[in-house]
């Protein structure tokens, strides 16, 4: 065991933040605390590295444990460039290279004891130098730096000059190079693109150490954690699995938990309306009766009622009307920056009813590309095309949508001027905003505040299609899944960037990778993305040096090309057509090619397709097996109702025979009403 915390408890203004949580890390243990904002996570953090104290508790670590903590963020002040700034981790090992060169250069030249000495000392360093792994520091340097997203060419930037991101960033790269027995990591993910996820989650898997992460990216728990540490209302909860496990069994122990709360409830109420009734009649017998049940009530101990889970934000996205199907039609779409090209020769179509997430490095032009289509942009070429009756709903994650200088009340009523006080306030509500936290100025709100400001005023737009600039940026986990829900169960069109893989896995019909200069499709979610990604990139890769092996093609778009969304390449790979006339006319040195790679994908595409089907048809046989189950949970209880009523009538409450009867009526239906709950419970996680 490396690290113990022992009935952690912390108060801040008589508020208790943290009561009684214990935990353990083993040796070599990834473990993740997860909860919702405000739960107290980064407090708990801040209490295990010393920076804060705890009101009583222990924390204990093993003996001779190093750790290293990475906070959300980062201002470093240095005057290095982010070259020298990782490669002062490596201070000590440079130094001792550098004493092991001289001590080579003056072997060179003395004689007798001195170089006796001098040899001696050489060999004791050279050994340390082994052991230290000295021989690979630049190395590992260089792959630490290019593995958190930095190239070559940006090496040599100095600090002072990088954003908050990039400072984050290195400040991570920092503390990996340490390689501390324990790597306490506060939202690592925040500033990372998804190859350098990818590049961390594979580093901290064969990390020799101990790992203990707070995040919110539910796809990078599950690679990485091994057990869930869950703060829920200031108490710890203990889950020995990935996040995909502790959501289930969360979900599964809190439907156990309201179940037996209920019948508890619910049995508690029949006996003391059975006793109260027996007291009513007035007899001797009757009233010994209703005390020997109070006797037996006295004795029960009564469960808490379970916290409920926070599913008070509530988002309704609906469309103020239906728009055509071509939603959407870009072409030969173009932007730089002064001599920085982002993307050229872009084209692709939307239509209505899909979830298009656009996926890409950070830097390749993505939020630019939604800056264009929304008009807050110019494109330097190219067009952009909407489709009848479209209306776009915009989601800014700089939220430059809101206005620092008002407050939240000010936001909804100056924009929606037809809604009352008590429309604004219930919208407000919607998304946990109430009471005088209406009047609070946006300036003052955090980034979370600001992502549901952002939601309801969304909301309230009404459009049909939504374009979303990493939505999921600063909420919490339930936010995310009310987000997801209500994105899953709208009626209109939607394209969003994001780097939440967890969260494109959950809503997205289709992605666009900007990538290589090129923009390429998959026909599904984020899984889908990664089973087909390496070899389709292969493969078009190939082809771009066939048709011209002197550079990467300029022309880089895909677009649909057939009824079963076959994709067929655009400029370079193929000269295509508007999609309106649905046709292509392929480059001819490179027909062939483009032949085999738009049969290919449609043969895909028809394999995805029935994969969809089969997977719709799944869900609609267990929403069915649900609903029969619902259907008949309320029969059986509207039935324990009906005997409950029974059993207190006076005439049936001293026929001891009928009594009987409707008792044993009433265990069989407890007992099958068991049985359903459990398999209601199944069925619903």
Not at 274 to 294: H, P, Q, T
Request: aromatic share 8%; glycine share 6%; net charge negative.
């Amino acid at each position: 065991m490396i690290l113990s915390c022992h009935d952690i408890c912390k108060s801040f203004d008589g508020k208790d933040i943290l009561q009684n949580v214990s935990f353990h890390i083993e040796n070599n243990e990834k473990a993740a605390i997860v909860g919702i904002n405000g739960a107290g996570k980064t407090t708990l953090l801040k209490l295990i590295i010393g920076e804060l104290s705890a009101d009583s508790g222990e924390i204990t670590f093993a003996r001779d444990t190093t750790f290293g903590y990475l906070a959300q963020n980062q201002n470093i002040d240095s005057s290095h460039t982010i070259y020298e700034e990782l490669k002062e981790v490596k201070r000590e090992t440079i130094n001792l290279e550098e004493k092991i060169r001289s001590a080579e250069e003056q072997m060179k030249v003395l004689k007798g004891d001195e170089l006796n000495r001098l040899m001696d000392d050489y060999a004791t360093m050279t050994h340390r130098f082994q052991l230290i792994d000295g021989y690979a520091w630049k190395s590992e340097v260089t792959g630490v730096a290019k593995g958190l997203g930095f190239v070559e060419e940006e090496f040599d930037k100095q600090i002072s000059t990088l954003s908050g991101g990039q400072k984050t960033r290195v400040a991570l790269g920092k503390l990996l190079l340490q390689n501390p027995n324990l790597i306490i990591l506060d939202e690592p993910t925040n500033h990372l693109d998804m190859n350098s996820i990818r590049w961390l989650e594979n580093y901290l898997l064969n990390y020799k150490g101990a790992v203990l992460i707070v995040s919110h990216d539910r796809y990078f728990l599950d690679r990485i954690a091994g057990r869930i540490i869950e703060i829920d209302q200031g108490r710890s909860n203990v889950f020995s699995g990935n996040y995909t496990f502790y959501a289930s069994e969360k979900e599964r122990q809190r439907a156990v938990a309201w179940h037996t709360y209920i019948s508890q409830q619910q049995e508690i109420r029949h006996q003391k309306e059975v006793i109260a009734k027996l007291k009513s009649f007035n007899r001797e017998k009757s009233i010994k009766r209703a005390e020997s049940r109070e006797k037996m009530l006295d004795k029960i101990e009564v469960l808490d009622k379970p916290a409920e889970i926070r599913d008070d934000m509530h988002i309704t996205l609906t469309p103020s009307c239906i728009s055509g199907n071509d939603v959407l039609h870009v072409e030969d779409l173009g932007k730089s920056f002064g001599d920085a090209t982002l993307f050229r020769d872009i084209s692709f179509d939307i239509r209505r009813g899909e979830r298009v997430a656009i996926i890409g490095d950070n830097g390749t032009g993505k939020t630019t590309m939604l800056k264009i289509i929304n008009q807050l942009l110019p494109a330097d070429t190219g067009k952009i095309v909407l489709g009848t009756k479209v209306a776009i709903g915009y989601y800014d994650q700089e939220h430059h949508v809101l206005h620092d200088d008002k407050n939240l009340f000010e936001e909804i009523s100056d924009d929606y001027p037809t809604l009352n006080n008590t429309q604004i306030r219930n919208t407000l509500a919607a998304f946990l905003f109430t009471g005088d936290d209406v009047y609070k100025r946006i300036g003052d709100l955090s980034g979370g505040e600001k992502g549901r400001m952002s939601l309801a005023k969304l909301m309230l737009s009404e459009a049909n299609f939504l374009l979303l600039d990493e939505p999921t940026n600063h909420l919490d986990i339930t936010s995310k899944e009310v987000l997801e829900s209500a994105l899953c169960g709208y009626e209109g069109t939607v394209l969003y960037v994001s780097h939440d893989r967890y969260f494109i896995n959950r809503t997205a019909t289709r992605i666009l990778d900007l990538t290589h200069g090129m923009l390429v499709n998959y026909i599904g979610n984020y899984d889908y993305y990664l089973e087909h990604q390496p070899q389709t990139m292969e493969r078009l890769l190939a082809e771009g040096a066939a048709a011209s092996p002197s550079s990467v093609p300029a022309a880089n778009s895909f677009q649909y090309g057939t009824s079963q969304d076959a994709l067929t390449p655009a400029g370079a790979f193929a000269g295509t057509s508007s999609p309106a006339e649905g046709s292509s006319s392929p480059h001819p040195t490179s027909a062939p090619a483009v032949s085999a790679a738009a049969s290919a994908v449609a043969s895909s595409g028809q394999s995805d397709w029935k994969a969809q089907k089969e997977e719709q048809a799944r869900k609609r046989k267990q929403e069915n097996a649900l609903k029969k189950c619902e259907d008949q949970i309320a029969e059986l209880e509207a039935r324990m109702n009906e005997i409950n009523g029974e059993m207190s009538k006076p005439e049936i409450a001293t026929d001891l025979s009928k009594l009987r009867t409707l008792s044993d009526e009433q265990t069989m239906l407890q007992a099958q009403l068991d049985t359903l709950y459990d398999e209601w419970a199944e069925l619903s996680s």
